[in-house]
């Protein structure tokens, strides 16, 4: 998924379609069965295909009853922060060498240093093949920073700030 953003192959669309399908999953956890699920995405905007196909997925390999999801869905928005996270504090720090490991294999998130330190030691060898924003870690670097900064700002300050400016100027549209 963060390759999907850094490469701009996302959209708002797809964003949507995870985050509801989330919420959906915490449904089926709650106890919601299939027909419910089925009309949570039907009242999401999702015809009646799609909104077939979603609650299908949280339900494959569970109970259609409810109380026993397929979380895949979740795990990918978990996978999401937890590596966007470790990249930011990783690169904001100048460990450059990190992102790569990425591509090393399935790894998690908390493997990445022993990775490194194998890598390090000529007990493994770094990923041959790289995606170009992998391989560039300049703008990387630059949107992690980017984003650190913007996690440290004062989101309801600002918030308020820009309501407060964008009612002012619909108040004064004719």
């Known amino acids: 998924m963060l390759t999907e953003f850094l490469t701009g192959s996302t959209s708002i669309g797809r964003m949507r379609r995870l985050s509801d399908r989330t919420l959906a999953i915490k449904m089926a956890e709650d106890g919601a069965d299939f027909c419910q699920l089925y009309q949570f995405f039907l009242a999401h905007d999702q015809d009646e295909t799609?909104?077939?196909?979603?609650?299908r997925r949280i339900c494959r390999g569970g109970l259609v009853e409810g109380g026993a999801p397929f979380t895949?869905?979740?795990?990918y928005l978990d996978g999401l922060l937890?590596?966007?996270?470790?990249?930011?504090?990783?690169?904001?720090k100048g460990h450059l060498d990190y992102?790569?490991?990425f591509f090393a294999g399935k790894i998690e998130v908390e493997d990445v240093p022993l990775v490194g330190r194998l890598v390090r030691e000529g007990l493994a060898r770094p990923p041959d093949h790289l995606p170009e924003w992998a391989r560039d870690l300049s703008y990387l670097t630059a949107f992690m920073s980017y984003s650190a900064f913007l996690g440290e700002c004062d989101l309801v300050a600002e918030r308020r700030r820009y309501e407060d400016l964008i009612a002012r100027a619909e108040a004064e549209m004719p």
Do not use: E, I, M, S
């Open 99 to 101: 992102a790569p490991l």
């Open 50 to 55: 799609n909104a077939y196909d979603c609650a």
């Open 82 to 92: 937890r590596v966007t996270n470790f990249l930011r504090v990783a690169l904001v």
């Open 72 to 75: 895949k869905d979740v795990c």
